[in-house]
């Protein structure tokens, strides 16, 4: 830990910050919600009725296509996500809150609330703790040792962007525990393995079963083209997720920790490890809602519970206390951050 | 009906993820249908009036499908102020059954909602409702009502004791009487619906409030020139009036109904027994937390089932199971904390617990329980 900073007083600057901006949260930021959701209705239902046109004309199953993987992109994103990490629970609506919501992917919706939100967010990039860094799958600093199946690893990557709604699935399952017996020393489950194992095939054939049988049964002769548009509509979901998730985490400059830098750690050092732990994307407001605001990593992860909706208000108030402090604020293009993310991964190919 | 709605939650499940169908599309459907929403009616503010500087008389038109509510009861009042959705309990102040003098299909009910200092609710609420707009409503609850006896029995002396806003379900019981006399005039031989005689039993309203506070002291004075058997007492304890002379001439076999702050019923009980005057002839409402009876410095085990997670508790029995839970960091859903609004509600699956409002042990099976007023008799099994 840079021992230059005054840890005291940017927790002080942040913490005001968070409170002054949830003093204003409101009717605005309920109205917005729930206006991502209608939006995210209409483009499901208009995307999968357009998918059945594609007889008529092959462009009509394009745009339908194109509508329903941003209904669930946004389902994902600035809804499911954001949803899940109690942003919304303010409202005390009985169905945009933490402990209803469920999203529309393999994944369910609690045990990822449970792992992602109490070991990543809490552990950010701390080797041996967070998970996250790598998926267990990939090595993405020196922190880890070299093994013979990091050579392939951009293969390892493609392959989990392709599938990452099981990748996630599978991982806040921490599948590994599960099916295969292996247990870390010091991680006690709170769930037990045999509702986890529920969980995930109850939640991941539900997925399938409606994706790849009942919608297209109900086109009828139109089969083909639904079950081939819910097939390409999750292939980009899963795409895009994964990318602007890999660019928040995964930029040349990201910062990872040892365990023994965080002991005792407050909550200053705290929020000077999410700072260095992440990295945002620049783009326009619509990108922004696409992202889910993850293209604000950096505030997500100092804030994780303060409302997406809010996330553009306090990125430059943000900056501007980490450049009093002397701390970095990683932030670039799209095109630049996922470069970094590519050199990254294939740098650490090689021993 | 049951099958229909399994249906519709395993379709919203299985397609939508989503508990019901209803709640994946409310949000669509609010776009047309403001304040739409699942598990809660609909009802339109028909009109806004201040009948003091701190209490606020509200109109509203429910949906069609709202069940009638009975003289006494209360609803649950669901407010989105500024993006937030919240709920309180108000009785209703009118009969049941009123409807609307120019649409005369449209049915009324009236709440009466004091402010007070603290209320979140009540200080948004002038501003958050405007007339024509909509608030959500829970089906009518509670059984605050007038007994069999009262209906049936002419000659059971009736006493009303109320205490500030605590006069709310008594106007509604008020002119619930003088409509039944009214309508069973000519219509005698149709007098099917209870009451079943012309109600001409002695009517008290026994009424305290600070000087010039009264509510409704005009519609008082109607509602006696309709009911001959009506008294009206407008008490000012700061002016001497007192318990013990406005309670003096209740009979044993008076139905006394005690509605305000739980220390005023308190009082009302205390004078009530010095005149020897049966408890079981006694109903009353009171608007704030049960007072906790001391018990011995106990504590009880609780095996406690939280989204399939399982924990061992050990629990002070001299305290809310809702504020046992929370002081171990367990947050639980709640709502008013004073046992009306069923939002602690969960399922006790084995043990006994005491009902604090009631004071009456539950049984041992399993069953619906209200954290913010139960407290643990025995060793108990839960499910949040």
Same mark, same amino acid.
Request: proline share 4%.
């Given at each position: 830990m840079n021992k230059n900073i005054n840890f005291d007083l940017l927790a002080n600057e942040l913490d005001d910050l968070k409170r002054q901006t949830l003093k204003d949260v409101g009717a605005i930021d309920a109205a917005y919600i729930r206006n991502v959701i209608v939006w995210q209705r209409g483009l499901e239902w208009g995307g999968r009725a357009l998918l059945m046109l594609g007889f008529i004309h092959p462009l009509w199953w394009v745009v339908g296509v194109l509508s329903l993987a941003s209904a669930k992109i946004l389902d994902n994103m600035e809804i499911g996500h954001n949803v899940l990490h109690g942003q919304y629970d303010w409202m005390n609506d009985p169905h945009i809150n933490s402990r209803q919501f469920d999203w529309?992917?393999?994944?369910?919706g609690k045990s990822w609330q449970r792992i992602h939100n109490y070991e990543h967010h809490t552990y950010t990039n701390v080797i041996g703790k967070d998970r996250d860094f790598g998926y267990g799958l990939l090595r993405l600093s020196n922190d880890f040792s070299w093994r013979?199946?990091?050579?392939w690893q951009f293969i390892t990557y493609i392959y989990l962007s392709v599938l990452f709604q099981w990748g996630i699935s599978y991982h806040e399952l921490a599948a590994e525990r599960v099916f295969m017996g292996k247990k870390k020393q010091g991680r006690a489950s709170k769930v037990n393995a045999s509702e986890l194992k529920r969980r995930f095939f109850s939640k991941g054939g539900k997925q399938l079963f409606k994706d790849y049988l009942v919608f297209p049964l109900l086109a009828g002769p139109l089969f083909l083209w639904v079950i081939s548009g819910n097939l390409i509509a999750n292939l980009l979901r899963n795409l895009w997720t994964s990318t602007i998730i890999f660019c928040g985490h995964f930029t040349s400059d990201v910062h990872t920790f040892s365990q023994a830098e965080c002991e005792n750690e407050t909550q200053g050092q705290w929020y000077y490890r999410q700072a260095l732990g992440s990295s945002n994307i620049l783009g326009g407001k619509l990108f922004h809602i696409l992202t889910g605001h993850l293209s604000f990593q950096i505030e997500h992860h100092l804030f994780p519970d303060l409302p997406s909706s809010r996330y553009q208000q306090v990125a430059p108030q943000v900056q501007a206390i980490f450049a009093r402090h002397g701390i970095a604020y990683h932030t670039g293009p799209f095109l630049r951050q996922y470069s970094q993310v590519v050199k990254r991964i294939l740098r650490y190919s090689l021993p | 009906m049951n099958l229909l709605t399994r249906l519709n939650q395993v379709t919203a499940k299985t397609l939508?993820? %989503?508990?019901?169908l209803g709640s994946y599309f409310e949000p669509l459907i609010q776009r047309v249908k403001?304040?739409?929403? %699942?598990h809660w009616f609909r009802a339109q503010v028909l009109s806004l009036k201040p009948l003091r500087d701190d209490v606020l008389q509200l109109e509203l038109a429910p949906q069609k499908t709202w069940p009638q509510a009975k003289a006494g009861q209360h609803v649950l009042l669901t407010l989105e102020i500024n993006g937030r959705l919240m709920t309180r309990p108000f009785s209703i102040s009118s009969a049941p059954d009123q409807r609307q003098t120019l649409q005369p299909k449209k049915r009324v009910i009236r709440l009466t909602i004091k402010h007070t200092a603290d209320g979140a609710f009540t200080s948004a609420l002038s501003q958050h409702i405007s007339v024509g707009g909509f608030v959500n409503l829970s089906a009518p609850q509670g059984e605050f009502l007038l007994s069999d006896s009262v209906l049936n029995l002419p000659e059971t002396p009736l006493w009303l004791v109320a205490a500030g806003s605590g006069i709310t379900p008594f106007m509604a019981m008020l002119h619930q009487l003088a409509l039944s006399t009214h309508r069973l005039k000519p219509l005698f031989a149709n007098a099917i619906q209870s009451p079943a005689h012309k109600p001409s039993n002695p009517i008290y309203v026994v009424y305290f409030a600070k000087a010039g506070e009264h509510l409704y002291v005009d519609e008082l004075t109607v509602l006696a020139q309709l009911l001959p058997q009506l008294k009206v007492k407008l008490l000012v304890r700061k002016n001497g009036d007192n318990l013990a002379t406005a309670l003096q001439g209740c009979l044993a076999s008076s139905q006394v109904l005690i509605c305000g702050p739980g220390q005023f019923k308190q009082d009302v009980d205390h004078q009530l027994d010095a005149i020897n005057h049966p408890p079981q002839h006694r109903q009353a409402e009171y608007f704030q937390a049960p007072i906790l009876p001391k018990t011995d410095n106990g504590e009880q085990h609780i095996q406690l089932t939280q989204r399939g997670k399982q924990t061992q508790l050990t629990l002070a029995t001299n305290d809310t199971l809702l504020n046992g839970l929370e002081q171990q960091g367990i947050s639980a859903t709640f709502g008013c904390r004073i046992g009306v609004c069923h939002q602690c509600q969960c399922v006790k699956k084995s043990g006994v617990v005491r009902?604090?409002?009631?004071?009456e042990l539950s049984q041992q099976g399993e069953q619906l329980i209200q954290l913010c007023i139960s407290q643990a008799v025995t060793p108990l099994e839960l499910e949040l």
């Open positions: 529309d992917i393999a994944c369910d013979l199946k990091n050579l | 939508f993820h %989503t508990e019901s403001p304040a739409w929403r %699942t009902n604090l409002r009631t004071g």
